[in-house]
C-alpha cells in the first residue's frame, strides 16, 4: 500500500505539474470583457446622458443670458447707423438727404413722450406679436415727415422735429410719434 | 471596495478575471475532459457573476471557491444535457493514445489521468480540486458545498480507487512484457 501511494503521489506531482500549464483561450477573455460592455450600457448611457444634459443646459443658459442683452444692442446699434430713410420698405423711401440730417440723440425711450401713442407708419407690414422692436430717437425735418405720410404744418421746413421711431428686427420703421415740444434749430 | 463592486467595475473586473480564471479553467478542463467545454463553462462562470454580482458572500469562503462552485453547477448542467449523446469513444480513445515509446512513467501519468477521467464526479472534482489544483480541505469543502469530513473520506476512497487502477495497469503491463 505505501509503495502504491508513493506512485500514485509521483505520478499525481507529474500530473498536476502539467495540468498547471492549461491556459485559458484568450478569446474567453475577451467574449467575458465583452459581455461586462455590453452589460452596463444603460448605466454608462444615463451617466453620459445626465451629463449631455447638464452641458446642454449649461450651454443653452450661457447663449440666451448673453444673446438677449446683445441682441437689442445690435438692433439699436443697427437702427442708429441706419436712419429710417435708408432702411428698405419702410413705408416710402426717405430722400437721402435726410441721411445726413437724422441724428440719434438717445437711445431709451424718452421720459416726456412715454405716454403718447405711436402712429402707425401707412403701408407698412405691422410687427408681429413675438417680433422684437426698437425705440430710436431722430431728428426728422418736415420734408421727412411728409415723405412717410405725415405732413407736418411746418412752421419753418429749416427745423428738424424729433421723433421716435419703432424699428422692427429687419430694420424696418414700423410707427412713429413726435417728441412733444420738440422743434429745434 | 467590496467584491460586489469590485464585480461592477470594469478594471476590478478585469483583474479579478486574470486572478481566477486559470483555476476555473483547469477544474473545468479535468471534469469535462475537453478544451472547448472548459472554456465554454469558464466563459459561462464570468458571465453568470456579471450577471449576479451580490451572489458571492466572502463570509462564506473565498471568491475561488465560489466561482468553482458555480463551475461545478455548469458542468454538472452540461453533463445532463450531453447524456442524451453517445460519446465517440474508439475514435476519442485513439485520439489520446500514446505512442509506445513512452516511459513507465509517463505511461503510469497517462494512466493515472485515465483513472481520474473515470473517476465518479463527487471523487473527481475532489481529487482535481485538493491534489492536482492544491486547495485546502475547507476550500474544497466551499467549493463543492459538503463538509470537511465529506471531502476527507471522498478524498481517501478516490486515492484507493486510483491506487489500485494503477496497480492493475503496471500489472497488465508486467504481462505483456
Known amino acids: 500500500m505505501n509503495t502504491r501511494g508513493t506512485e500514485l503521489d509521483r505520478a499525481m506531482a507529474i500530473l498536476a505539474a502539467e495540468h498547471s500549464t492549461a491556459r485559458t483561450p484568450v478569446s474567453v477573455e475577451q467574449a467575458v470583457i465583452a459581455e461586462f460592455d455590453s452589460s452596463r450600457p444603460r448605466r454608462r448611457m444615463g451617466i453620459a446622458g445626465a451629463g449631455a444634459a447638464i452641458a446642454a443646459l449649461l450651454i443653452a443658459g450661457a447663449f440666451v443670458a448673453r444673446e438677449r442683452p446683445s441682441r437689442s444692442r445690435a438692433a439699436a446699434k443697427t437702427v442708429a447707423q441706419q436712419p429710417p430713410g435708408l432702411v428698405k420698405g419702410a413705408g416710402p423711401v426717405m430722400r437721402p438727404a435726410l441721411r445726413k440730417r437724422a441724428s440719434v440723440r438717445h437711445q431709451n425711450i424718452p421720459r416726456e413722450s412715454a405716454g403718447e401713442p405711436f402712429v402707425a407708419i401707412p403701408y407698412t407690414v405691422p410687427l408681429a406679436p413675438d417680433e422684437r422692436a426698437a425705440v430710436v430717437r431722430l431728428a426728422l425735418s418736415p420734408s421727412a415727415f411728409a415723405a412717410v405720410g405725415f405732413p407736418l404744418p411746418a412752421i419753418d421746413p429749416g427745423y428738424d422735429t424729433l421723433a421716435d421711431v419703432l424699428v422692427g428686427e429687419d430694420g424696418r420703421a414700423h410707427a412713429i410719434r413726435i417728441v412733444a415740444d420738440s422743434s429745434f434749430r | ?177
Do not use: N
Not at chain 2, 121 to 131: A, G, H, M, Q
Open chain 2, 1 to 177: 471596495m467590496t467584491c460586489s463592486e469590485k464585480i461592477r467595475d470594469r478594471e476590478s473586473f478585469t483583474a479579478l478575471y486574470r486572478t481566477h480564471h486559470p483555476v476555473v479553467f483547469r477544474f473545468a478542463l479535468s471534469m469535462a475532459g475537453d478544451r472547448t467545454v472548459a472554456a465554454d463553462v469558464t466563459q459561462d462562470v464570468f458571465v453568470w457573476l456579471i450577471h449576479h454580482p451580490d451572489r458571492f458572500d466572502p463570509a462564506r469562503g473565498e471568491l475561488s471557491s465560489f466561482l468553482i462552485g458555480v463551475a461545478r453547477k455548469f458542468l454538472l448542467r452540461r453533463a445532463r444535457s450531453d447524456l442524451r449523446l453517445v460519446p465517440l469513444d474508439e475514435g476519442a480513445r485513439r485520439a489520446t493514445e500514446r505512442p509506445d515509446d513512452e516511459d513507465d512513467e509517463q505511461k503510469g501519468v497517462e494512466a493515472l489521468r485515465a483513472a481520474i477521467a473515470a473517476l465518479p464526479p463527487r471523487y473527481r472534482e475532489v481529487v482535481v480540486l485538493f491534489d492536482l489544483e492544491g486547495l485546502t480541505y475547507e476550500e474544497v469543502a466551499a467549493a463543492v458545498g459538503c463538509a470537511t469530513g465529506t471531502v476527507r473520506s471522498r478524498l481517501h476512497r478516490a486515492r484507493q480507487f486510483l491506487a489500485r487502477k494503477l496497480e492493475s495497469q503496471k500489472q497488465t503491463l508486467r504481462c505483456a512484457v
